[in-house]
């Protein structure tokens, strides 16, 4: 998949430019595929799907062309070739899944290079571990919020250096000293004597000055597009459905499969009787895999009938009376057994919370949750001899050409990897599950498959977000001030099985403490908090979900401070404003919201505003959810107000629509969702019984972007990570019930309803925990494990 | 398996299809209209919204059987109608978009709102819009592209 812009048509102002290229384009109603315009047309065939889907990233043979050896022209490293032409191709590291990486990534590179945004064509990165691994992950994927912050040096450097080659070979030929050239909109310009030229015409010149090992980059103040709301480039194609995806690819010759996994979570296949499945017209043919049934048919009506016309027994398995409640129950004991591994432990806990004047102590519990991205899971595979071309997208190119290599039995090397644009990823696409399903899939078929999942699968057999059980204490001394700090995390461990090097030694997960052991406020003086991991049933498997760790974190320790500024009769504003004395950019952030939220104004009954603040993945933000609550317990959201500090900024554009969605995306789950086993099996199908926010039920959201002069933050999950603490926050100023269960249960929000649910699980006593670990920390110094 | 004609786009196509088989895959996957998305396939999420003679409708559970002589517009031609090109237009300028999966639903319901409604209140916008989900959570500037689009 190729975006491509036309020519440049006026200016030299890049941000102008773009605008007025959306706005004459819409007006001479070229609105049709402009974007998709370089994407190479597919050989017609006699197909007629394939004729009428427009643009055709069948062969993604650009994506070859320009990231592959055989490229012509200048390629002065992983990211950037301009050709003779003057074709300047941009290969993004990252994966276009919504959060507009095209435009920000385009952006650090265009900025350097000196070229509009209306001048390059972007293409994905090819699965290739040593030129595109993420800084900052390690691997080559996209996630965790790291894009920018791994991108930011090191694309610019890459356009500086380029511009820097650039301009000297044009110099030399010019027989002129290169500081008297100055670079623009893709040419070299030496003013005094009137001369120009295009980078196109300066690639073979420039290809044999040796790269720069040191270049200068801009200072912010020269910044011409980084800072600007630059329009996104992926977005025309988008609103008139010449944009590709996953799901959307055609092949000449490809058939249709439906799959229907073993409804008990780790099950496998007994058998099938397909023979009513073979009368019906348009079936192909079934294929069985050791978990899994597959139909094949001319179009994916043909196969779903077929599926659901076939007898199907399968092997339940081990899960086969597997409920959520032994689940809790197992996390719960486990939890208190420990031992817990210490992520950060000092002072005397158990001392200092004895001593305190106020003890507080409570238990958090929150649920499995699928991705539900909108975009249900597919992927095209065609096996040739030998090798595989796979159409798909995917957050990570290399693991899925690694894994996908693995089911078909051949090299890497022999399966290419068509990433395409993501209908949603919020983690999903971190996963292979699907992409390998399709290859042991297209395996057995001798034509080209797209397999589909219907939204059923999708939810029924997602790699969910683990459950978690929190409970966390803590002492306050005259001042309300925490002197004691104690918070055991339990749950499974998604860095364990996905990426176990990641592991502490210790057993610590990083990912399941993160902003529990390094919470906004910094290290309490006397602070204990360990991790036990739980292990879920085989088959019960747990993954990335939008905002990590820290989404669950963050709604434990500022529901918690919640609780302790109320126990000591503090305002939640004023009390974290204490809190944070030393920490000036979260304040910042606070203020800014609460003041904007109205903060301390009066509200109508059973209304209330609930406030947060966070330190995640790099930013600072603070918001206020204001919800009301009525007497049957249904909650409205009336107000979103939140204040960002993310440092320097590449697009505030992207900056609102990632506060925005991510906001929405946890009160969604706050509000509604939960992944719950009955019988080995998942009991939420599709969006009827696993609700999604609309419009009618979304207030409104005022983003305020505070720029500052730090290093870029992360963004695209920050949003998440607030949302559902800030509710429940607000639900209890509306009612004085503490949510400390999610999704939050309506029946305990009934005027007059008595607490129940989690907020009466025993605390596990803090005393407790502290020996627990200090027993660890013990063997551990005797050198045991 | 039945022969069927259609009237997509303003253009007749041909299709062999069951006559059960629902407009959605008849589009997709016959006739290669991949604008039209699938999400849910139960009417939940709008994701599959087309037009039939103006009107939105949800596509995955439209039998192609029931489509009869009416005239289908997709997105990929909404664009020609002065109310698709106007939220067409509105949607980039408010910068909407996110991951754009849903959109082309978004867009086909806000397109026959404006149509019928050239001037819809916040009331309008919920009940003709409650039944899009967008996962991106793009709500709060689809309402202000609406209006936007109804004032241009
Ligand atoms: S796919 Fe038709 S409404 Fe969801
Ligand atoms: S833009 Fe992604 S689902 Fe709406």
């Known amino acids: 998949m190729t975006l491509r812009a036309p020519p440049p048509l006026i200016g030299t102002a890049g941000v102008e430019v773009v605008a007025d290229r959306r706005k004459v384009l819409l007006g001479g109603g070229l609105v049709l595929g402009f974007a998709f315009a370089a994407v190479k047309a597919h050989a017609r065939s006699t197909d007629q799907r394939v004729n009428n889907a427009g643009a055709q990233p069948v062969s993604n043979k650009d994506v070859a062309d320009v990231a592959g050896a055989g490229f012509v022209g200048f390629k002065p490293d992983a990211f950037i070739r301009i050709s003779p032409q003057n074709q300047v191709t941009l290969i993004i590291p990252n994966v276009e899944m919504g959060q507009g990486i095209y435009t920000g990534e385009c952006m650090l590179i265009a900025e350097e290079l000196e070229v509009g945004l209306d001048q390059v064509a972007v293409v994905p990165a090819p699965p290739d571990e040593a030129l595109y691994k993420q800084p900052l992950l390690q691997f080559q994927g996209t996630g965790g919020s790291t894009s920018i912050r791994g991108a930011w040096e090191p694309l610019r450097k890459a356009g500086a250096a380029a511009r820097v080659m650039l301009i000297q070979a044009a110099a030399q030929g010019w027989g002129v000293n290169p500081a008297e050239c100055h670079a623009e909109r893709a040419q070299v310009l030496h003013l005094a004597s009137g001369r120009f030229a295009t980078y196109g015409q300066l690639v073979n010149a420039a290809s044999r000055i040796p790269k720069p090992q040191q270049v200068a980059l801009k200072d912010p103040s020269q910044f011409k597009l980084i800072g600007k709301p630059a329009p996104r480039i992926d977005t025309p194609a988008k609103v008139n459905g010449t944009a590709m995806y996953g799901i959307d690819i055609m092949v000449p010759g490809m058939k249709f499969a439906v799959v229907a996994n073993c409804p008990v979570l780790g099950g496998t296949l007994a058998g099938v009787d397909d023979s009513a499945a073979k009368a019906i017209p348009g079936v192909l043919q079934t294929v069985r895999l050791p978990n899994a049934v597959a139909v094949i048919g001319e179009h994916f009506w043909a196969a779903k009938q077929g599926l659901d016309a076939c007898r199907i027994s399968w092997n339940p398995g081990a899960n086969a009376k597997l409920g959520s409640p032994a689940l809790w129950a197992d996390m719960a004991r486990v939890a208190q057994a420990g031992p817990g591994a210490v992520a950060v432990q000092q002072g005397d806990v158990a001392g200092a919370y004895k001593g305190a004047k106020k003890q507080v102590e409570a238990v958090y519990r929150q649920p499995f949750l699928c991705h539900a991205p909108m975009e249900p899971q597919a992927a095209v595979v065609h096996v040739t001899g030998g090798g595989a071309e796979i159409w798909a997208g995917t957050q990570v190119p290399s693991r899925a050409q690694a894994f996908a290599a693995k089911v078909l039995g051949v090299a890497p090397e022999k399966v290419i990897i068509h990433n395409q644009l993501i209908g949603g990823g919020f983690g999903r696409k971190l996963e292979t599950d699907y992409i390998e399903q399709a290859c042991a899939i297209a395996k057995q078929c001798p034509y080209p498959v797209k397999m589909v999942w219907t939204r059923e699968e999708d939810m029924q057999h997602d790699n969910y977000r683990p459950m978690y059980l929190d409970r966390i204490s803590a002492g306050l001394d005259a001042d309300g001030r925490p002197v004691s700090w104690s918070h055991r995390v339990a749950g499974a461990s998604v860095t364990a099985r996905y990426a176990p090097p990641g592991m502490k030694p210790n057993g610590v997960d990083p990912d399941a403490v993160e902003d529990a052991a390094e919470p906004v406020y910094g290290v309490f003086p006397n602070m204990l908090v360990d991790f036990v991991q739980w292990h879920p049933p085989a088959g019960v498997v747990v993954s990335w979900w939008r905002g990590v760790g820290p989404t669950h974190n963050i709604f434990v320790v500022e529901s918690f401070v919640d609780e302790l500024a109320h126990a000591v009769g503090k305002d939640p504003v004023a009390y974290r404003r204490d809190l944070l004395r030393n920490v000036p950019r979260a304040r910042a952030v606070l203020d800014r919201a609460a003041q904007a939220a109205g903060w301390g104004s009066p509200l109508p009954a059973r209304t209330g505003r609930g406030v947060i603040v966070q330190k995640c993945f790099g930013s600072y933000i603070a918001a206020v959810v204001e919800a009301a609550v009525s007497d049957e317990g249904d909650v409205t959201l009336r107000k979103i107000t939140t204040a960002v500090d993310c440092g320097l900024t590449v697009n505030p554009t992207l900056v609102r629509q990632q506060l925005e969605g991510g906001i929405l995306f946890g009160l969604t789950a706050a509000l509604w969702q939960g992944i719950t086993l009955k019988d080995g099996r998942v009991e939420q199908s599709n969006f009827n019984d696993y609700r999604m926010l609309r419009i009618n039920e979304t207030p409104p959201i005022d983003v305020i972007h505070m720029s500052t002069a730090n290093p870029p933050g992360g963004i695209g999950e920050t949003g998440t990570t607030a949302a559902a603490p800030a509710l429940t926050n607000a639900i209890f100023a509306a009612t004085g019930v503490r949510i400390r269960e999610l999704p939050i249960d309506r029946a305990l929000l009934k005027k007059g309803a008595k607490p129940q649910g989690a907020a009466v699980l025993a605390p596990l006593g803090v005393a407790a925990a502290a020996a627990l670990a200090q027993g660890l920390a013990a063997k551990a110094a005797e050198g045991e494990p | ?152």
């Open chain 2, 1 to 152: 398996m039945v022969a069927i004609v259609l009237n997509v786009n303003g253009q007749m196509r041909q299709a062999e299809v069951p006559p059960d088989m629902p407009l959605l895959w008849v589009l997709r996957d016959v006739l290669g209209l991949t604008g039209t998305k699938y999400g849910c396939g139960i009417a939940q999420c709008g994701a599959c919204t087309v037009h039939v003679d103006g009107r939105p409708v949800r596509s995955c559970v439209l039998p192609v059987s029931a489509v009869g002589n009416a005239a289908v517009t997709t997105v990929e031609a909404v664009g020609q109608t002065p109310a698709g090109a106007k939220t067409q237009k509105a949607w980039l300028e408010l910068e909407v978009v996110q991951c754009g999966y849903c959109q082309s639903g978004q867009v086909m319901s806000a397109a026959a709102l404006l149509a019928r409604t050239p001037s819809p209140t916040d009331a309008d916008i919920d009940i003709a819009m409650a039944g899009n989900i967008c996962r991106c959570g793009t709500y709060p500037r689809i309402r202000e592209a609406i209006k936007r689009a109804a004032k241009s």
